[in-house]
């Protein structure tokens, strides 16, 4: 099973890139979706909540055996460490890898910092300038 960590702020994007490269086995978390669709109006509050919607997605993929696409919620809280508890949770037996979408992030250097800084420690990468 392949993990990837999608860096979009734009569904759409993520969701032509599919269908150009004709990705079938495929779960997509979309963790900003996931908050809109079960009204969470505070994510503090919802925080654990949240965590566990996501586990019960992750478990899910797996046993199906699906590759999972996780879509961050830019517009939260979002700390690239964090995600590496995912890492931690899939084992050593899953690939780690992270698509980026990069002319969405040129106005937030932070962001492509935290990526490049971190890099090495994804199984593979993928950079795509403009989609």
């Known amino acids: ?6 860096y979009t702020k734009n569904r759409k994007k993520i969701d032509k890139f599919f269908k150009l490269n004709n990705i079938k086995n495929k779960y997509v978390i979309d963790v900003a979706k996931l908050i809109l669709d079960e009204d969470v109006d505070n994510y503090q509050d919802e925080k654990t909540f949240i965590k566990i919607l996501i586990f019960q997605k992750l478990q899910f993929a797996i046993d199906k055996n699906k590759d999972i696409y996780y879509i961050p919620d830019f517009e ?11 890492k931690k949770l899939l084992g050593h037996d899953n690939s780690f890898n992270i698509l980026i ?28 300038k403009d989609y």
């Open 1 to 6: 099973m392949n993990f990837f960590c999608v």
């Open 76 to 86: 939260g809280e979002f700390s690239i460490e964090k995600l590496f508890n995912l």
């Open 101 to 128: 979408f990069w002319n969405e992030f040129k106005k937030d250097p932070q962001i492509l910092d935290d990526i490049m800084n971190n890099l090495a420690k994804f199984s593979n990468s993928q950079i795509i």
